[in-house]
């Protein structure tokens, strides 16, 4: 158990709906990030937030969007789904950057969501 | 953009043989990790190894690193059953502010028992 929750596990849905994924990471990391994978495209980075504030920006559609609260949980809201948005989508997280090297130190992944549209 | 990218594609070996596999990446790093993962969940982080180390062990983990060839490669050794599963790895690119982790699209692992 890496100690990140990501909810719900599974969520079946349809063409041009809107979705939220939730993910709580590790008690005391800072910074969370958002990965899609699918079978035909890897494991792409989406977006990271440190603290509250986004702190890096991937291949994340403008129909994608997501925030960390003050509680330091975050949120990914995907709109207006399309077919090829089904994948799973994984929640990290990771302590404190270290700021003056730009160093990333490991990343504790969650269990995922896995998406279906439909 | 700098991408870390795994060769083979996919490994099938015995249990109890080594397992070697293969990364390759674009530019200057800071640190490059292996993560695992089996099928449908979470990574799992095996290894850091930062760009002025050369080689690092973890139980059966063997990593090394080669900056001016811009390759690393994982070795598993004594596999087991247990270990089938995706490897994958990550660079973290040196002076690139804000550019985050790139994993590359993974090795499958099989291992026969």
């Known amino acids: 158990d890496s100690g990140v929750t990501q909810t719900p596990k599974h969520l079946i849905t349809a063409t041009g709906q809107r979705v939220t994924l939730r993910c709580s990471p590790r008690?005391?990391?800072?910074?969370v990030y958002w990965y899609q994978q699918s079978l035909d495209q890897g494991l792409q980075f989406l977006i990271q937030y440190y603290n509250g504030e986004e702190r890096a920006k991937g291949n994340i559609l403008e129909r994608f969007s997501a925030q960390q609260f003050p509680d330091l949980h975050s949120e990914l809201n995907l709109s207006s789904l399309e077919l090829g948005d089904s994948a799973l989508y994984f929640c990290?997280?990771?302590?404190?950057?270290?700021?003056?090297?730009?160093?990333?130190?490991?990343?504790?992944f969650g269990p995922g969501t896995r998406l279906t549209v439909l | 953009s700098q991408q870390g990218e795994e060769d083979p594609q996919a490994l099938s070996i015995q249990e109890g043989e080594n397992a070697t596999m293969n990364c390759s990446y674009k530019?200057?790093?800071?640190?490059l990790q292996w993560y695992r993962q089996n099928s449908g969940r979470g990574l799992v982080h095996l290894i850091l190894i930062r760009s002025n180390e050369r080689e690092k062990h973890s139980g059966r983990l063997r990593v090394t690193l080669d900056t001016s060839k811009k390759s690393s490669s994982l070795l598993i050794t004594a596999s087991r059953a247990a270990d089938t599963a995706s490897y994958f790895c990550a660079t973290d690119a040196a002076d690139s502010g804000n550019t985050p982790l790139v994993f590359g699209k993974g090795t499958r692992l099989s291992v026969i028992a």
């Open positions: 008690s005391g990391d800072l910074s």
């Open positions: 990290a997280s990771s302590s404190r950057l270290a700021w003056a090297s730009s160093s990333y130190n490991e990343q504790f």
């Open positions: 530019t200057s790093i800071n640190n």
